[in-house]
């Protein structure tokens, strides 16, 4: 059984750092690319930053690109996200993704959630002002 377990999230002051992480366990075939996601409350889910496995080749949009950091532990099967000089509006339920199938194989399908099949329960993180 596929299990992505997050981990890491709190309460932080603007400005602050956390760094969350992801265990994957139950894997019995390869991963193509991790993701990270976050949705804040009526909001839709956004895109975050990504790795793919074999290359650990990283991608991040705009709104997280020089704060965030993404990065893998292949022989722990832990994916992690180092979040730098975070803003309020980073505050948001920051969730774990596998895209299993290699379907996030072209660059403008790598944000796009429902090409994940399996994801974390999430983690909360809040940052104050």
């Known amino acids: 059984q596929v299990q992505l377990v997050e981990s890491g999230g709190g309460l932080v002051q603007a400005g602050g750092s956390l760094t969350l992480s992801c265990a994957a366990s139950?894997?019995?075939?390869?991963?193509?690319?991790m993701g990270w996601f976050r949705q804040a409350p009526g909001k839709e889910r956004e895109f975050v930053a990504a790795?793919?496995?074999?290359?650990?080749?990283?991608y991040y949009p705009d709104s997280v690109k020089g704060r965030f950091t993404i990065s893998r532990d292949n022989a722990n099967n832990t994916v992690y996200l180092q979040m730098n000089s975070l803003k309020p509006d980073d505050t948001a339920v920051y969730y774990c993704?596998?895209?299993?199938?290699?379907?996030?194989?072209?660059?403008?399908?790598?944000?796009?959630?429902?090409?994940?099949?399996?994801w974390g329960q999430g983690t909360q993180v809040t940052v104050s002002s």
């Open positions: 790795i793919r496995w074999s290359d650990s080749s990283t």
């Open positions: 139950g894997w019995t075939f390869s991963k193509y690319r």
């Open positions: 993704a596998t895209d299993s199938l290699a379907r996030t194989m072209l660059a403008g399908k790598i944000g796009i959630p429902d090409l994940y099949d399996y």
